[in-house]
């Protein structure tokens, strides 16, 4: 047996690795839902396609991000930062897109999508140097990161966008809604993973969290979710 996992060169995941246990079906969920994405994009509207198409690369993307964070967890019982950071810089702005491409249809300018898209590289790039360069300042770079989020927060609650959702009505409305409050609920469970694995006065309240087990369950809610919020306008509005 032994012999057999190590050609397939398989690494073990004990049965108490919680954390090895979330990377392992964060990374088939992903890729459950990257297929799915795909294979629906077809039976909508033109007008819905890109956004179905996104949702796929959103979830395609994380999906191969997983696979090497499951590994180099598996591997190497370290934390996968690298990959973790990549992976979202890569994702986020695809989900400030999404903002992007369902307004469109009200007259969203990309104008709207690349403050969003700014926004989201300056909370996710403060986000790093404080987990990896410059952890002892953590708290520091956490709180530019979570300004960062908050700007997100009340573009897309107050701000130009929620103007344009409101214009467009019906189905997009209450899809950009329910984005809304995936951004605002969903989105703030990664502060509670990087206080959870930086050190800081939040340790104390923090530290017994982990913070692989938070950044995967966060991912999961939030990348899926997306998608299938996403997928749920394209059908109730081509029931319209
Ligand atoms: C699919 C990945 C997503 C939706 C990742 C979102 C990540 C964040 C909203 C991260 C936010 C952070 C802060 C607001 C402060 C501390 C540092 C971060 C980067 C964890």
Known sequence: MNYLL????????A?????????????????????????SMNTFDKKWRTSILVS??????AAVHYWYMRDYWASNAESPTFFRYV???????????EFYLILKVAGAKKSMMWRLIFLSVVMLVTGYIGETLDRDNAWLWG????????????????????????????????????????????WAIYPIGYMAGTPG???????????????NIGDAINKIGFGLV???????????
């Open 15 to 39: 049965t108490d690795d919680y954390v090895g246990f979330t990377f392992f079906v964060g990374c088939m969920a992903m890729m459950a839902a990257a297929v799915f994405f795909f294979f």
């Open 230 to 240: 996403v997928y749920n306008l394209a059908v109730n509005s081509s029931k319209e």
């Open 87 to 97: 992976d979202w810089v890569l994702t986020v702005p695809l989900m400030c897109v």
């Open 201 to 215: 006065w939040y340790e104390s309240i923090f530290g017994g969290l982990d913070l692989n087990v938070i950044y």
């Open 143 to 186: 709180l530019v990161s979570g300004i960062a989020y908050f700007v997100i927060v009340y573009d897309i609650w107050l701000g130009s966008a929620k103007k344009l959702a409101v214009e467009a009505g019906g189905a997009v409305l209450s899809a950009h809604k329910t984005l809304c409050w995936f951004v605002l609920v969903g």
């Open 56 to 61: 796929g690369l959103i979830t395609f993307i």
């Open 6 to 13: 190590n050609y397939l060169s398989v690494a073990k995941i």
